[in-house]
């Protein structure tokens, strides 16, 4: 079955909107976009570069998808896979691109990804796409988060737990601390939350 992981550059205070630059999402008078670019060494880019050059398609929202149709087409040559990889995006409005392969979902969207994850393929991996995660969360279609925190709090801003968050355990399956402070940390799903009594 493939997995659903969800990428995301990730704010102490949880957010995790217009991560790259000053005009990438501005919605809802954000204004702070391009807050990760002080913090990007070495370390950091060596964790990404790793992560990117494993198999994975793309599932994302459509307002990122509109963010990276705009640019990656054109730089492709830092991700290779985001060229080849299939681009899964969920939207109402949109139904084609010129940027290939990419599949549009409209109507149940978390049904439609349900079946996708039971289709041969590499890993679905989730970037940006903060309304989408939240149907995501809420019907536990997530298998894991890789997460880089970064040693900044935003006030504002869309957050990656928000609306659809359910109650579940997670383990932790590689974690680093790059010397600007940034944790680079998978998260992978561990079944249900349990509870207990401290000191008993």
């Known amino acids: ?97 010129a940027w290939q392969p990419s599949v549009f979902l409209d109507g149940d969207i978390a049904e439609k990804i349900a079946k996708i994850k039971q289709q041969p393929g590499p890993d679905l991996n989730v970037w940006g796409s903060g309304n989408l995660i939240q149907t995501l969360l809420k019907h536990d279609l997530i298998d894991a988060f890789w997460l880089m925190i970064y040693p900044v709090t935003l006030g504002a801003g869309k957050r990656l737990f928000a609306g659809g968050t359910i109650p579940a355990a997670f383990k932790v399956t590689e974690g680093i601390v790059a010397p600007n402070g940034v944790i680079v940390v998978n998260y992978e799903r561990a079944g249900a939350v349990i509870t207990g009594r401290v000191g008993s």
Request: net charge negative; charged share 20%; no cysteine.
């Open 1 to 97: 079955m493939r997995k659903v992981i969800v990428l995301e550059h990730l704010s102490l205070d949880g957010v995790i909107q217009a991560p790259g630059a000053p005009d990438e999402d501005s919605s809802g008078g954000f204004a702070y976009g391009g807050w990760t670019a002080p913090f990007l060494d070495e370390s950091l880019g060596t964790a990404l570069e790793r992560q990117m050059n494993l198999p994975f398609d793309l599932l994302l929202g459509r307002t990122t998808f509109d963010i990276w149709e705009s640019y990656w087409p054109y730089h492709a040559d830092a991700w290779p896979g985001v060229k080849t990889a299939t681009k899964y995006v969920a939207s109402n409005t949109r139904t084609s691109s």
